[in-house]
């Protein structure tokens, strides 16, 4: 379980450093 939670929290921060990051533009 803990692993399918660590998953979607890493791709959580690669797609909120990727809004940022397009926000930045």
């Known amino acids: ?3 399918c939670l660590a998953k ?3 791709n959580n921060l ?3 450093i ?3 990051s ?3 533009g």
């Open 8 to 10: 979607p929290s890493e």
């Open 14 to 16: 690669v797609d909120q």
């Open 1 to 3: 379980m803990p692993q």
């Open 22 to 24: 397009s926000k930045l």
């Open 18 to 20: 990727s809004r940022f």
